[in-house]
């Protein structure tokens, strides 16, 4: 049966690369409608916590996890052979900022190799991932036709900027428009409509280059807006501690051995994203001035010690 048929009947296995707040969704999203769905993830105990039916992303239920795992529609695990056994493989791991400011593609890299191991004749890959304009054919393309298979006749390779706002309950996976580039026409069709399958509207543009760039536009448009008030914005941790310096004093105590609870560390209210959260910023100055920091945060129940902030 051909990957279109098997998408409207949806009857095509899909296996989605990266579990996190991006991830899970959407692959709870292909479930939810039908399709037989595999969830890769790297983290032994994330793995087996998802298949218990325990959410670690505030957006999944662990109720809904739980009916799709009996359902038989969907399973985690940490076995990339079972990419061999997928129509179609969506990447959707991290691509952290480094102190530099510039893209970590590697787990980018570490995930395409692992396709490329197991990809097979009628297979359409997706590179839903971050990135910078021009990663999908200037470096997975080569990698998955070294072996021989052609793009658009032997297998389908597309790109779509990942697009979810965790910890809002008014804007899910099916609510936000997807913007679909394909390498080829074909890729582009398939890879727009497996998406039309769970989201409401599908923006097809010219190549996978325009779809990477339409993301880093959006990423600008709000750092701009941030950049307005950058200078405000990155001094606040700084002016946090200070204000708690100025609290302690008035009660007769110091920073210097001072016990300090912050409650929570993620970026925003809701969800279990620790990537560019001032409170480890204000965690580290604490703990630079002599105070024993402790937090409390029900999405983080635990934080790694290269977690302690940027500052510190």
């Known amino acids: 049966m051909e990957l279109q048929t098997r998408i409207e009947q949806h009857s095509a296995r899909i296996a989605v690369i990266g579990q996190g707040y991006v991830g899970l969704p959407l692959a709870l999203a292909f479930a939810q409608v039908g399709f037989p769905v595999t969830g890769i993830e790297v983290d032994r105990e994330r793995v087996e ?27 985690a695990t940490t076995e990339m052979a079972e990419l061999a056994d997928n129509d179609a493989i969506l990447i959707c791991v991290p691509t952290p900022l480094r102190k530099s400011k510039d893209p970590d593609i590697s787990f980018v890299l570490a995930a395409a190799a692992e396709v490329k191991t197991y990809l097979r004749p009628g297979q359409l890959v997706i590179l839903e991932s971050t990135t910078y304009p021009g990663t999908t054919e200037e ?46 026409p074909t890729c582009a069709a398939l890879a727009a409509l497996l998406y039309g399958q769970i989201v409401t509207q599908v923006l097809p543009v010219s190549s996978p280059t325009v779809a990477e760039l ?30 708690v310096v100025d609290g302690l004093n008035r009660r007769g105590k110091c920073l210097q051995g001072a016990q300090i609870l912050v409650l929570g560390v993620a970026y925003k ?19 630079h001035k002599g105070a024993q920091v402790r ?10 010690p290269e977690g302690l902030g940027r500052n510190g």
Not at 215 to 243: C, Q, W
Not at 274 to 283: H, Q, T
Not at 295 to 304: C, E, H, Q, S, T
């Open 139 to 184: 470096l997975l393309l080569p990698l998955f036709t070294e072996g021989g298979l052609r793009v658009g006749q032997d297998f389908s390779l597309a790109f779509s900027p990942e697009r979810i706002d965790p910890g809002n309950p008014h804007f899910h996976v099916r609510d936000i428009p997807k913007i679909v580039g394909g390498v080829t």
């Open 49 to 75: 916590a998802l298949n218990h039916a325990v959410s670690h992303i505030g957006d999944v239920q662990s109720a809904t996890l739980q009916a799709l795992i009996t359902a038989g529609r969907y399973h």
């Open 269 to 287: 209210r809701g969800v279990a994203d620790l990537r560019e959260s001032p409170a480890l910023d204000v965690m580290a100055l604490l703990r």
């Open 295 to 304: 937090y409390a945060d029900p999405f983080v129940p635990r934080l790694a």
């Open 214 to 243: 339409a993301k880093l536009y959006e990423n600008t448009f709000r750092s701009v807006n941030i950049a307005l008030a950058d200078e405000v914005n990155r001094s606040m941790p700084g002016h946090v501690v200070n204000l």
